[in-house]
């Protein structure tokens, strides 16, 4: 079995490999745009600047921004923000995939240096299970006095347990500018998508993009359990660990993910808070 899983990674990168040659050879390469053996999520470039818009509407962007991106992955909101920052403004993105933050220290530095990369040696069973750091082990001290007008969390809180969350939470809390805000994008399962998935499961017709059909201590999450592969938070829930990090939540906005219509095109829900 895991001989099979072995074989199936090892086809997938060299078909990778493959492409990222022809790329290369036909000069197809765009700077800042990852090479696909690099890619450790299924993040699409495509939608870097859907995103980058959806934060501008919510939060507001301005050219001379200090901007903090969390679980900044391969570099798909930092690519978005260098049309909308000028080089005034400061970028610094932390992820705890190091052959990511490697790649982009080195594409970024000769072109956009006011953008900054961190890596943390932090376990994760989806991205990094070598990890030697606990989440709750993590501190901002690298940052030093800095401190950050907008802070984006694209799809970091879908991969976290609850515990995870409130931790990034309150360091978040001390890093916020004092009109400063946070855009971090969540899966919130409410009555209207557990309605969803339970119709979807009685009827066979596809409503909900996804399954939050395990119930944790405090999370959601598909049929393995585990919150690091995909989560989901109930609203009340969220409510309550955003209270308890002296966070001040706006209405939720809510995405397509569940079947809803008239919220964002973006698929996931976003939550937008500020310190207090
Ligand atoms: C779904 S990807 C999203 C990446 C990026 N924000 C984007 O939208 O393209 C989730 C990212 O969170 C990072 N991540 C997972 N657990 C983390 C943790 N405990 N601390 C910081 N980053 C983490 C992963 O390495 C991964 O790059």
Known sequence: ??????????????????????????????????????????????AADEIVELVDRYVGLKPNAAVLD???G????????????????QYVGIDIVERAINWMQREYAPRHPNYKFHH??????????????????VDFGFLGEQKFDVVILVSLFTHLHPDHVRHYLKLIHDVLKPDGRLFASVFINDDFAKAQYQKQKETGVKLTSRNFRFKGDGFYAAKDGNPEFIAAYDPEQIKDMWADSKMELEPFRY??????????????????????
């Open 1 to 46: 079995m895991s001989l099979k899983r072995d074989l199936r990674r090892f086809n997938r990168r060299a078909g990778r490999f493959a492409l990222d040659a022809v790329d290369l050879v036909l000069g197809r390469r765009q700077p800042l745009v990852p090479p696909r053996w690099l890619s450790h999520n299924s993040a699409t470039f495509e």
């Open 120 to 137: 943390l040696d932090v376990h994760s069973s989806a991205y990094n299970p070598k990890g030697r750091k606990q989440t709750e082990q």
């Open 70 to 72: 969390l679980g900044c």
């Open 74 to 89: 391969i570099g798909r909101v930092a690519y978005g923000l260098t049309k909308v920052l000028g080089p005034d403004a």
């Open 255 to 276: 995405g397509t993910w569940c079947g809803r219509s008239g919220g964002h095109n973006f698929y996931q829900d976003v939550t937008i808070s500020r310190a207090i």
